[in-house]
């Protein structure tokens, strides 16, 4: 599963996976009137938390430190890859948000819930 979001949009981004799944999470970077932005000397951070307002990280993706790769050879937007342990405790309803910053400037590119739906079915062949 693929889920993309183009990041000039202001409202929060919404989704629902299942625990213990493997989705990617794709975000074009695009500048405020829609033109792509290049992120290859970025530091790009997708944090999943309680709430927004909890500091506690329950889940960690940078593109410094694995699980972020950036996309195509502009690199004007990246992937959140998700690995089957990342979610597979987790449920419920959650907050997430990334972080892009370029050159000192940093910008929120996608933000809002991610539930997470328990499943019976995970790890089984």
Same mark, same amino acid.
């Given at each position: 599963?693929?889920?993309?979001?183009?990041? &000039?949009?202001?409202d929060p981004?919404?989704?629902?996976?299942h625990a213990g799944v493997t989705p990617t999470i794709s975000v074009p970077v695009l500048d405020s009137?829609?033109?792509?932005?290049?992120?290859?000397?970025?530091?790009i951070v997708w944090v999943v938390t309680e709430s927004n307002q909890d500091k506690r990280s329950l889940l960690t993706?940078?593109?410094t430190g694995g699980g972020i790769l950036l996309d195509n050879p502009d690199h004007n937007g990246?992937?959140?890859?998700?690995?089957?342990? &990342?979610?597979?405790?987790?449920s419920g309803d959650l907050?997430?948000?990334?972080?892009v910053v370029i050159a000192g400037m940093e910008d929120i590119v996608i933000y809002g819930m991610l539930s997470i739906v328990p499943t019976v079915t995970a790890g089984v062949t």
């Amino acid at each position: 599963m693929t889920i993309t979001y183009a990041s &000039d949009i202001p409202d929060p981004i919404n989704f629902r996976i299942h625990a213990g799944v493997t989705p990617t999470i794709s975000v074009p970077v695009l500048d405020s009137i829609g033109g792509a932005v290049g992120i290859t000397s970025a530091t790009i951070v997708w944090v999943v938390t309680e709430s927004n307002q909890d500091k506690r990280s329950l889940l960690t993706k940078r593109n410094t430190g694995g699980g972020i790769l950036l996309d195509n050879p502009d690199h004007n937007g990246f992937t959140i890859v998700l690995t089957r342990a &990342d979610t597979e405790e987790l449920s419920g309803d959650l907050y997430h948000e990334s972080r892009v910053v370029i050159a000192g400037m940093e910008d929120i590119v996608i933000y809002g819930m991610l539930s997470i739906v328990p499943t019976v079915t995970a790890g089984v062949t």
